[in-house]
């Protein structure tokens, strides 16, 4: 998953190219391929990602499993949790069976201890942005609103962008920087998870 300027080329998880908009690329509600296919080529063959949204949504969360079997760690950078309107989406996720096997995809991640949680109420942060890293290190980076869905509640453009290897290491340090200031919020998540209706 390295990148390459000139064609905007990342490996796939099966040894494959996989086409993202050209780096720096850009990336509307109009795009295609969209922000969803951007992401889920990007941390397709990802060792590691580092993921910071204001706020997680479990309901616009859209993975395939090949897309993440790869991955070691995903560190999820938040600036708040809201116990009850978590506990609200997984139970109308797991009630949802065209959506159930995104619920269950994030509990094994949970399980599997793959997914780490952080909240930093303190440390805010805009747009939010998304590192991924192979073995060789920071490899490309996604920033602007992390919406799988195109339900965008705008009439204007929702924009997003796709850089590279120089960008996704400044990113990836000042990730960490919050990281180290934030406090452990994951084990609350997934027991709100586990809380859920399996069917």
Do not use: C
Request: positive net charge; glycine residues 12%.
């Amino acid at each position: 998953m390295t990148p390459r300027s000139a064609h905007g080329v990342v490996p796939g998880g099966n040894g494959g190219p996989e086409k993202v908009p050209a780096l720096p690329g850009l990336l509307d509600d109009r795009s295609s391929p969209g922000f969803r296919d951007a992401f889920g080529r990007l941390i397709t063959g990802a060792s590691r990602a580092q993921v910071a949204v204001r706020r997680i949504r479990l309901s616009g969360v859209d993975l395939r499993s090949h897309e993440v079997q790869g991955l070691g760690t995903l560190r999820v950078l938040t600036t708040e949790v809201n116990a009850h309107s978590l506990g609200l989406e997984a139970e109308a996720l797991a009630r949802d069976s065209a959506r159930r096997s995104n619920l269950a995809l994030v509990r094994r991640l949970f399980e599997r201890g793959v997914v780490e949680v952080r909240a930093a109420p303190l440390g805010g942060w805009s747009p939010d942005f998304s590192i991924f890293h192979t073995p060789e290190g920071p490899a490309g980076l996604l920033v602007g609103p992390h919406r799988f869905d195109r339900s965008f509640p705008l009439r204007g453009p929702a924009l997003a962008s796709v850089h590279g290897p120089e960008s996704a290491r400044r990113l990836s340090e000042r990730f960490e920087s919050l990281w180290e200031d934030a406090y452990e919020v994951g084990p609350a998540v997934l027991a709100i998870l586990e809380r859920a209706p399996t069917g």
